[in-house]
């Protein structure tokens, strides 16, 4: 299993480009999250997805769009960067079974750079 | 105010040393407790997790939740280089699908 893959892994966009990071997991897991991590902000959430076809707004989703057209991708998109976006995003994943705690499985990351 | 507050160090130990990790949190709901560890340009990985309050031990690792005071530790024992890391505090409350995370600790053990 290659557990939670994301793509691209490193990216520079210009002010006002467009693109879309995307998120693939091979666990069969109901929700998926998009995070960004900052020096000293930690991890913050964007958007999660709790199944297919559902989304739902974090602390900081401005800015970004969701989509959740398949179970195993959940992308990530920004219609018009902006410098402030220049971060590190984390995809991550776990399974939405009944019981009352499961683990969120985190992919390796996309560096992005919004010049 | 933050959801959960963690001191960023950097915090330098050497070889051997205790090492102690502490968050504190402001809402009540919480009842899981994670401390992930991440590696240098890598994804976070779960270290260890806890259910409301009392200890956890795994190895060299104890994780401690006091409900009463919203305040958690990890404590890494006999501490190796190979702990340098940054370690995040996290936490969810049972019907919650959010996770809450702490800013990260720094830590450099010194060989």
């Known amino acids: 299993n290659a557990g939670v893959t994301q793509t691209p892994k490193f990216r520079v966009l210009k002010t006002g480009q467009s693109m879309t990071l995307l998120c693939a997991q091979d666990?069969?897991?109901?929700?998926m999250y998009w995070y960004r991590q900052d020096p000293g902000m930690g991890l913050r959430l964007i958007h999660y997805?709790?199944?297919?076809?559902?989304?739902a707004k974090g602390e900081v989703p401005d800015g970004y769009n969701v989509s959740r057209l398949k179970k195993q991708n959940f992308l990530l998109g920004l219609e018009s960067a902006a410098p402030s976006q220049t971060s590190v995003y984390f995809c991550?994943?776990?399974?939405?079974?009944?019981?009352?705690?499961?683990?969120?499985?985190f992919g390796p990351g996309t560096r992005l750079t919004v010049l | 105010q933050k959801e959960v507050e963690q001191d960023p160090g950097p915090l330098s130990v050497p070889e051997g040393a205790i090492v102690s990790l502490n968050c504190t949190y402001s809402?009540?709901?919480?009842?899981?407790f994670m401390w992930y560890r991440q590696y240098s340009r890598k994804g976070p990985e779960l270290l260890m997790y806890t259910y409301s309050s009392g200890n956890k031990e795994d190895g060299r690792f104890t994780a401690q939740v006091d409900k009463s005071s919203k305040y958690i530790s990890l404590f890494i024992r006999d501490s190796q280089p190979s702990d340098s890391a940054t370690y995040l505090c996290?936490?969810?409350?049972?019907?919650?699908?959010?996770?809450?995370f702490g800013t990260g600790t720094s830590l450099t053990v010194i060989p």
């Open positions: 996290a936490m969810t409350g049972g019907a919650g699908n959010q996770f809450y």
């Open positions: 809402n009540s709901a919480f009842q899981y």
């Open positions: 666990m069969n897991h109901e929700y």
């Open positions: 991550a994943s776990r399974t939405g079974t009944r019981r009352s705690y499961n683990e969120q499985f």
């Open positions: 997805s709790v199944g297919e076809g559902t989304t």
